[in-house]
């Protein structure tokens, strides 16, 4: 970033502190001279800013926090208008509002000057809009998906630790996927024990022999099924007492969230299909449909990137330590990156490590064959196969080339260290 003595830097800088209601914008000129005013989020007030904007001396920066999701409106326009716009990190501007004020005392008049010190240094990261760079459908239908399968989690906690355990608690045992659509179906027709063993076995099998589908052992499945509802300890409740009904009511959410992360996985697929760099994820081990779409939502174009250790701190993959005289702490992750980028390669690489065969198996193993009961050990070595995860992703995206399945060849000297394996330098 170009300084206040460079001689190429803008003679005019812009800060935006972005609020939910009214922002507040301070402004410095080349002769040291400053502005304040405000505007809300409204067409006229954005019109007025960029007109501003185009008035003062160029070249001209300006740098924002963001905010939620109330950055980008306003972004998008300066962006579309062709302004060098930047971001500030939250984090960094928090200290420094305690080191400059030496008070955690904030209002927006005082962020507004932190965004300008940080701005005026070269304190700044990189905004890419969504809507711009074309990824902002990629990150609406992958947030979406995260949305609905958390509460289908948690309604399956509540399934599982409320109205399985007054109505049916034998039955429990049978929620073994995440693909479970059949067992809900057997709950929708038969919600108490009493509604099993109401008609017989005869009566049950003929009635759950088509919702079960085609599944392994299923005669002594349904014989199994019944002979719990036979000797089960659930609450005496009729199938059509309003409790049990609410208990149906539960269970008809839960197929409708599964249905709607079934048609978004499809979106996915559908809209992805032509995409050479989602084709060349989907060849990894371990890589799915979503976890790819989280990949290129998040990071989106991996190639900006000049190196992999530039994508690995942006994942906060890379290695930290904390230091303070002759004390020494440990290197752990930094964990400062994008934690659902980071989520979806951990996620990818521990399906890829429990596969038969792979690199990445392999690779955990040569780690871990030292001392397999180690706990230590293998956390480092799940650390280590996610780092060759992104690694690995980063490099197929950026050359365009799908994955090759082979082991790593063993050098002399072991495998890559773990500090090798996910050191990194700055991205900015």
Not at 141 to 166: C, E
Not at 296 to 315: I, N, P, S, V, W
């Amino acid at each position: 970033m170009a300084s206040e003595t460079d001689p190429i830097a803008p003679r005019t800088w812009v800060a935006i502190d972005i609020a939910k209601g009214v922002n507040v914008v301070l402004v410095e000129h080349s002769d040291g001279r400053q502005q304040r005013f405000r505007f809300v989020h409204q067409r006229d007030d954005y019109n007025r800013l960029v007109a501003f904007i185009r008035a003062c001396a160029s070249p001209c920066r300006i740098a924002l926090e963001a905010t939620a999701d109330y950055h980008r409106t306003v972004a998008y326009r300066l962006v579309s208008e062709g302004f060098d716009l930047v971001l500030v990190s939250s984090v960094a501007g928090a200290r420094l509002r305690e080191a400059i004020f030496n008070s955690w005392d904030k209002n927006d008049p005082k962020d507004a000057q932190v965004i300008m010190r940080l701005l005026k240094q070269g304190m700044t990261q990189r905004y890419c809009d969504p809507v711009v760079t074309q990824t902002h459908d990629l990150q609406e239908l992958s947030k979406t998906f995260l949305h609905i399968s958390r509460a289908r989690t948690r309604l399956q906690h509540v399934l599982l630790t409320h109205y399985l355990t007054l109505y049916f608690l034998e039955l429990a045992r049978f929620w073994t996927t995440q693909r479970n659509e059949w067992f809900i179906q057997l709950l929708m027709l038969f919600p108490t024990p009493a509604s099993i063993t109401a008609d017989g076995l005869s009566g049950f099998r003929e009635a759950i022999w088509k919702p079960m589908g085609r599944r392994v052992h299923k005669e002594a499945k349904i014989a199994e099924i019944y002979a719990l509802a036979e000797r089960s300890i659930a609450l005496p409740m009729s199938a059509d007492s309003p409790a049990v009904t609410t208990f149906r009511l539960q269970l008809g959410r839960y197929l409708q969230l599964s249905e709607a992360k079934t048609a978004t996985e499809r979106q996915a697929d559908e809209l992805l299909a032509d995409r050479a760099d989602f084709q060349c994820l989907k060849t990894i081990p371990g890589i799915g449909s979503v976890i790819a779409l989280v990949i290129l939502a998040e990071a989106g174009d991996l190639r900006r990137f000049r190196h992999q250790r530039q994508f690995l701190k942006f994942c906060g993959l890379d290695l930290a330590k904390s230091q303070s005289g002759n004390f020494r702490g440990k290197d752990k992750l930094s964990k400062r990156g994008n934690a659902r980028l980071r989520c979806a390669l951990w996620m990818a690489a521990m399906s890829a490590a429990r596969m038969r065969e792979n690199a990445f198996r392999d690779k955990y193993t040569r780690y871990t064959a030292g001392a397999p009961d180690d706990t230590d050990l293998k956390r480092k070595a799940r650390t280590a196969i996610t780092a060759k995860m992104a690694r690995v992703v980063y490099a197929l995206v950026k050359h365009g080339q799908p994955y090759r399945q082979r082991f790593d060849v063993d050098l002399p000297g072991g495998s890559i260290p773990l500090r090798r394996a996910v050191e990194a330098f700055g991205t900015s």
